[in-house]
């Protein structure tokens, strides 16, 4: 399956300069061999759909309520994200996790409202620093998969180790090798058979010089992009070692 490419612009982007961003990833990323996907800001939805029609390039929410409507100051549901121009959402993002003391219960809520909808939700799972250093990474990645995940869960899965977010810092290959793996047996465990195919996303401080490495890597099925994606050209080059993976991944 065609790896997926998204950036998470997370609260960056006014109107003025994101519509460039926007039209300049558009452009520069033409033929590529993967697909690609942009969250913005919601305020930026409306004017990013109406640039990007007829582009391969995708547009997701960066969260939504549980609910389809009703009384809840300050939020924003998935048919909301969907009517703006959104096809995906990125649920249970750490800094959701952390800043709003999402559960997982809460985040597997969000995506029976994002199904509901019909988006594809991105489902964020990854443990902190102490807990990888304490030897529980595998352990907390697979209790959130398996209490956030429905079990006719459908969309894609991002591993980010919370330390590696912002901080410059990635795992090693083989870790990641690894941590996917595991995820892989915990999805094909949980879900049956669509785990196989499921994609696996890393993220975590994912830029040009380090994407080739860990796109590479066995079952990873894409890259979650937060800082790098906010440089049209960092974005792209990651891309294209996306496309670059893809096509040695035909010749062989
Ligand atoms: P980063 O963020 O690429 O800036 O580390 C990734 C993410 O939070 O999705």
């Not at 990833?25 to 993967?34: F, H, M, N």
């Not at 029609?53 to 969260?63: E, F, I, T």
């Not at 389809?68 to 994200?81: I, K, N, P």
């Not at 994002?114 to 799972?125: N, S």
């Amino acid at each position: 399956m065609r790896q997926l490419i998204a950036g998470n612009w997370k609260m960056n982007g006014r109107i003025e300069g994101s519509t460039a961003l926007a039209a300049a990833i558009r452009d520069t990323s033409l033929g590529l061999d993967c697909d690609l996907l942009i969250c913005p800001p919601t305020t930026l939805l409306m004017p990013l759909a109406a640039m990007l029609k007829n582009s391969a390039v995708m547009l997701g929410g960066q969260d939504c309520h549980a609910m389809a409507r009703g009384a809840h100051t300050g939020e924003v549901s998935a048919a909301m994200l969907h009517d703006a121009g959104a096809s995906w959402v990125i649920l249970g993002h750490s800094e959701r996790r952390a800043d709003q003391y999402e559960s997982d219960a809460v985040v597997h809520a969000k995506v029976l409202g994002a199904k509901a909808a019909g988006l594809i939700p991105i489902v964020c799972v990854g443990e902190t620093e102490a807990q990888r250093l304490a030897g529980a990474a595998r352990d907390v990645v697979e209790a959130q998969l398996r209490a956030s995940l429905p079990r006719h869960f459908s969309g894609v899965v991002a591993y980010e180790p919370i330390w590696a977010i912002g901080t410059g810092r990635t795992p090693t290959a083989s870790d990641v090798a690894d941590m996917h793996a595991h995820i892989r047996a915990t999805l094909i465990s949980h879900l049956g058979d669509s785990g196989n195919v499921m994609r696996i996303l890393y993220g975590g401080s994912v830029k040009p010089s380090n994407a080739l490495e860990l796109l590479a890597v066995e079952n990873v099925g894409g890259a979650l992009v937060g800082g790098a994606s906010l440089d049209a050209a960092d974005f792209v080059t990651i891309a294209k070692a996306s496309h670059a993976v893809a096509a040695t991944a035909t010749a062989s």
